[in-house]
């Protein structure tokens, strides 16, 4: 069964300092991961997404995030927070219904608060 | 432009009504999807459509209903049934069937349901 853990619930950071985001996969299979943003009271935007091809991938806004197999994780980070940067981050990822259809498993979320 | 429109975004209930939250796309995506967001738990699926006139109950799929009679709709109703209704409400859509790619969601903006 695939599943999804955000190993911290709230992450607070300085401006201009490293953000990282932890995440942890468990699939049975090759898996699709995902990262999404959601503002308060808004949609979940897209910031990247791992689909088996380079293992670093780079999204939006310079965040990027690392599969590794081995560890089976898929954490993301950006070099230099922004105060815009201040959200809620979501890890998910892709599983197949029966019949090949597919179903986005979701982590719990981690609130990013970035201080002045 | 294309994207997913979900309406109204804020909507109040009373006690043993029946009340109807709209999600139009024009991605021309085959999967539709409603989710429910509580605080610090992520996201729920509670209906799914691959297909125009099918539709799968998700994990919480208790005291909603759904249909598709058109590609570009998935009205979701949250019924008297529904104990607990007070939640944000998220509509995504995928290209649908496969792995990688097609997996990516785009969500709405949301409808937030207040039951008074």
């Known amino acids: 069964a695939q599943s999804v853990t955000q190993l911290d619930s709230h992450v607070s950071v300085s401006e201009g300092t490293p953000v990282l985001l932890r995440c942890n996969y468990s699939?049975?299979?090759?898996?699709?991961l995902f990262w999404y943003v959601q503002h308060p009271n808004k949609g979940l935007q897209l910031l990247l997404k791992y689909t088996s091809a380079a293992t670093l991938v780079k999204g939006i806004n310079g965040f990027e995030a690392e599969f590794k197999k081995s560890e089976t994780s898929f954490h993301l980070t950006k070099p230099s927070a922004h105060m815009s940067d201040a959200a809620e981050y979501f890890c998910v990822v892709s599983a197949m219904f029966s019949g090949g259809y597919n179903k986005l498993i979701f982590g719990a979320g981690t609130r990013l608060a970035v201080h002045p | 432009d294309g994207g997913i429109t979900q309406s109204p975004k804020y909507l109040f209930r009373k006690e043993g009504q029946n009340v109807t939250l709209s999600c139009e796309q024009n991605?021309?995506?085959?999967?539709m999807y409603w989710y429910r967001q509580d605080p610090g738990q992520g996201l729920r699926l509670i209906y799914y459509s691959q297909i125009v006139n099918d539709f799968q109950k998700g994990d919480i799929a208790e005291g909603y209903s759904v249909s598709r009679e058109k590609k570009e709709s998935f009205p979701l109703t949250v019924t008297s049934a529904q104990k607990n209704p007070t939640a944000f409400y998220l509509c995504?859509?995928?290209?649908?069937?496969?792995?990688?790619?097609?997996?990516?969601?785009?969500f709405g903006q949301g409808t937030r349901l207040t039951v008074v």
């Open positions: 991605l021309n995506h085959d999967a």
């Open positions: 699939s049975s299979y090759s898996p699709s």
């Open positions: 995504a859509s995928s290209k649908g069937q496969g792995r990688g790619w097609n997996t990516e969601a785009f």
